[in-house]
């Protein structure tokens, strides 16, 4: 079945920088995009950006195009998610999640990970 | 500014029917409304997509309609492990994916 995992919780001082990782399993890993979303504490889900696992083509949230990065290897089955210049508003579950619709523009996100708590804190 | 709104909470006791609304600034931004269901320390769970549409995988208890400009969530037959987080979304004809606030169900 579809899983995706995510690393582990992370503690990180302002100004440092975040690496999360997605491991996928149980479908072919270039076939649907791959979102990242996060959840501040009392927040909406924040849509971040996504990445196509065939071509690398990403797009980024213009709340997070300075300082966002997201790539794949494709050999791993994993996409990592990369925030810089992390600041304390930056505290929030982060989580990863696959399209359900291959090559739609505006697909649902149909599974997704179990969520990476992330506290920014000096 | 493209927006969702939702209430910030319902309730209802078992057995009951409720509905969760979801207010776009403009029609056309529900056009591919979707609703996910997050329980606490567990991944987040799309329940409907396309504004109608179900995965297999999620009780017929669970429905979704539009007329205007909301969107809706029905529960009927509500149980206790339906007390959770509920969210819409949908995307703005830039291909930005927004989400409303978020409505908590409480179960009485």
């Known amino acids: 079945q579809v899983q995706l995992v995510q690393s582990g919780a992370e503690m990180k001082k302002p100004g440092t920088s975040l690496k999360v990782s997605c491991k996928t399993s149980?479908?072919?890993?270039?076939?649907?995009?791959i979102y990242w979303v996060r959840q501040a504490p009392g927040q909406r889900l924040e849509w971040m950006g996504w990445?196509?696992?065939?071509?690398?083509?990403?797009k980024y949230s213009q709340a997070f195009q300075d300082r966002l990065i997201i790539t794949r290897d494709t050999s791993a089955t994993t996409v990592y998610m990369e925030l810089s210049s992390l600041r304390s508003e930056d505290t929030a579950m982060y989580y990863c999640?696959?399209?359900?619709?291959?090559?739609?523009?505006?697909?649902?996100?149909?599974?997704w990970g179990q969520g990476t708590p992330v506290t920014v804190s000096s | 500014q493209s927006a969702l709104t939702q209430p910030a909470s319902v309730s209802g006791s078992p057995g009951q029917s409720i509905t969760i609304s979801c207010t776009a600034t403009s029609g056309d931004l529900l056009d591919s409304v979707s609703w996910y269901q997050l329980h606490p320390g567990k991944a987040p769970k799309l329940i409907i997509y396309d504004v109608t549409n179900r995965p297999s995988r999620i009780s017929d208890r669970f429905s979704g309609s539009k007329s205007g400009d909301a969107a809706s969530l029905t529960i009927s037959g509500l149980q206790a492990e339906d007390e959770a987080d509920y969210f819409c979304s949908s995307y703005t004809s830039s291909i930005i994916l927004l989400f409303g606030g978020g409505t908590k169900l409480t179960v009485l």
């Open positions: 149980g479908y072919p890993f270039h076939t649907f995009s």
């Open positions: 999640a696959t399209v359900l619709y291959a090559a739609a523009p505006k697909s649902p996100l149909d599974y």
């Open positions: 990445i196509n696992p065939r071509t690398g083509d990403t």
